[in-house]
Structure formats: C-alpha cells, structure tokens
C-alpha cells in the first residue's frame, strides 16, 4: 500500500539526540577524545573570562563547533550556524539540545576570537595528544617535518606600492580595473598588498609565478604518519628552517636521541648544525645539486635514515587533506592569525 506524502507534525517529541546517533559513528570516538582533552583545559578556560556579566557562548560547545568546521570543511561561520541549526548529528556533538537555537554567526566568532588570542587551539591540541588513546599512537622518537604554500585570499591587483595611494586613481575603471604588470618591479620591501597586508609575494620554484601566499608547516610522527604540531608563518625562504625548529625543539628535551627528516630545501649546514645541537639526528634528504650536501655518509650509513626518508613522504597526505578537503589550498580567511 503506498503511503501519504504529507507532513506530519508532533507537539512534542521525546526522541533523545543520542538515539539518533548511530552507535559506530566515528565522532563517537572523537567526542570522547575531545570531552577529556576539553576537563583538563578548564582551568584555562576560567582565566579568559571574568567572573561577572553576561553569559558567553561555553567554550567548550565553541571548540566542539569550529572542530566540526575543520572536519566538515565549512568555509564560515555564518554556514556553520545554519549547519547547526537543522543538523541533528551537529546539535548532538556540540551539546546543544533540539529546541535550542544556533547562535547568530557575529556572536560565535567573537567568543572564537577570545579563544584564539588565548592560544586556546594550541594547548586544545596538546591536551588531545597527551590523552592514552592517542598518545599510544605517536611516536616519540622519529619525526618529519615539511613546509606547503597555503594562496592568500587577495588578488595580485591589490598589491601596490607601501609609499603610494591605497586606492586606484579616479576614473581607472572602478575596483577591479585591467592592469598589466609586464615591466614593473615588485617586491615584499616595497610593495604589499592592500587586501591582506600580511601576505607575501612568493616563488614556488624557479621560472614560477609570483602569488601572494602563506607557509604552512606541519610535524608529523613516523609511526602512524599523525601531524602533532603545525604553525603557519609569513613567506619567505627561510621560514621552513625556522619553523622546523621551533616545532622539534620542545620533543628534543629529553636524554634520548631524535631524529627528523626533511627533504632537500632544509640542506643546509645552519640547520643541521643546529638539530645535531639539540640531540636530533637530522635525516634530512641530501641536495648535490651544484653544492656540497651538509648530509654525510655519518647519517647516510644507518638503515634507520632510509627508513625516514621513506616515510616522511607521507606528510604530504596531511597537506593534501587541508587543500583539498579543507579548502586551503587557496584560503577564505584574511591575516595570518586567522589563517593560522
């Protein structure tokens, strides 16, 4: 017998969220994950605000939320909102209840701005790392490292000169006007871009395109190939190196020796020099290229460096996913604090 397509409608409904959530859904498990590392913050969460006033948005049903927009790749807060507004699986990890209303999208990223000038997504990071769940999955001993180019949200016609008019002359054709570039010389010294002043014109390559662009750089562990760090800085060609250690250094504070691989672009005898000071074994790829390799047969003779260069490729998988998944690959977001 076929049935009614009508609507039907009930007062009252007594249907937990919880019983609409299968039993072997993954975030299941993440939402476990996620409400222990979430106890062990409370005592960060009670410095960021005060005492009195009104009630903000809990921090903990803020975080739940914007990690539901990194692993959904929602691109704003506004579509999150409307995401959480009829989407019972959403309701349900944030902690909200079915008649509660979503949160206008101007009040949720001004309570995301408090947590992010806490550095609140850091130690949110490290607290789900240090849980036995996970931490049984890290290695503690091999490390890689790699760098990728996160395109800014700005135009090449943004960018001009730091000494001369922000807007385009009267009558050059409105904000988005023709212009050719073929002739002038720009760079990061003299120019910037008007759009997001934090971005920097940079080369992939040689004989490649100048863009507007951010680095990403992310730590990955050998054994399961898990990030557990990453940062984004200005471009720049030593930023890489930099990063690279300021991300291994606090993992290199123990008797033990460490080792990190890397592939060529982080060949030099500074950066070697320095990893070899803090007791990490550089496993870094050798680049003979016309130079000398700071990467002798020392390191080259152990099975363990080929090991490392093997594995460390798998780094890659983690910047595809936040290109291409996570809409990274060209950002929506402006300043490097926001992107980051």
Same mark, same amino acid.
């Given at each position: ?29 993440? @939402?476990?994950?996620?409400? !222990?590392?979430?106890? %062990?913050? +409370?005592?960060?969460? /009670?410095? $960021?605000?005060? &005492? ?59 309570? @995301?701005?408090?947590?992010? !000038?806490?550095?609140? %997504?850091? +130690?949110?990071?490290? /607290?789900? $790392?240090?849980? &036995? ?70 080369? +992939? ?136």
């Amino acid at each position: 017998m076929r049935g009614d397509d009508n609507r039907t409608g009930e007062l009252f409904s007594y249907v937990d969220l919880e019983a609409r959530v299968r039993r072997d859904h993954p975030l299941r498990a993440v @939402r476990a994950i996620v409400n !222990e590392a979430l106890g %062990a913050l +409370k005592g960060e969460f /009670a410095a $960021l605000y005060s &005492p009195i006033g009104r009630p903000s948005i809990p921090p903990e049903k803020l975080l739940r939320a914007m990690l539901l927009q990194a692993l959904y790749s929602i691109r704003s807060e506004r579509l999150l909102m409307e995401r959480l507004e009829y989407d019972l699986l959403f309701r349900w990890f944030v902690g909200i209840g079915v008649d509660d209303p979503a949160w206008d999208h101007s009040t949720f990223s001004k309570n @995301r701005d408090r947590l992010l !000038e806490g550095d609140i %997504a850091a +130690k949110f990071l490290a /607290a789900v $790392l240090a849980q &036995p769940r996970v931490k049984r999955l890290l290695s503690s001993d091999h490390f890689s490292v790699d760098g990728t180019l996160i395109e800014a949200w700005a135009s090449m016609k943004s960018v001009r000169p730091k000494d001369g008019p922000a807007e385009p002359p009267a009558g050059a054709g409105g904000r988005n006007a023709e212009a050719d570039f073929h002739g002038q010389k720009r760079s990061n010294d003299t120019h910037a871009s008007t759009t997001d002043p934090d971005a920097r014109l940079y080369k +992939k390559g040689k004989g490649k395109e100048a863009k507007l662009c951010f680095i990403g750089h992310g730590l990955m562990e050998n054994r399961h190939g898990l990030l557990v760090d990453a940062c984004l800085t200005f471009a720049d060609g030593q930023a890489e190196r930099v990063a690279a250690l300021h991300m291994i250094e606090p993992l290199a504070d123990r008797p033990r020796r460490i080792t990190l691989g890397a592939d060529k672009a982080y060949d030099t005898q500074d950066f070697v020099n320095e990893l070899r000071s803090m007791k990490v074994t550089p496993h870094v790829a050798r680049n003979t290229s016309g130079r000398r390799s700071a990467i002798d047969s020392r390191t080259t003779r152990h099975g363990g460096y080929a090991a490392s260069q093997r594995i460390r490729k798998r780094i890659e998988e983690a910047f595809g996913w936040i290109k291409t998944v996570a809409g990274q690959d060209k950002t929506k977001f402006r300043g490097r604090d926001r992107v980051g």
